[in-house]
């Protein structure tokens, strides 16, 4: 695995930890809600602007994803 994708895997668990401790939830719960509503892929293509943002803004860009990828299932 070169450089690049171990910094992208690392991120990718940094964000499913600090999603599922802010949202008081599971780990399995957490992969589970990313997996459902694609939110890895979105972080593993948008990682280079994302990595360098807060905990706090990454989570509130995840709820953001979340909930437009809800709407557009509707």
Not at 9 to 37: M, V
Request: include cysteine.
């Amino acid at each position: 695995m070169n450089n690049r994708n171990l910094d992208i895997a690392y991120f990718l668990s940094f964000c499913i930890e600090q999603y599922k401790d802010a949202k008081k939830i599971s780990g399995s719960e957490a992969a589970n809600t990313f997996n459902k509503y694609g939110v890895l892929k979105y972080l593993e293509e948008h990682f280079e602007p994302l990595h360098t943002q807060s905990r706090q803004w990454i989570i509130e860009d995840i709820d953001e994803f979340i909930n437009i990828r809800k709407e557009a299932i509707k």
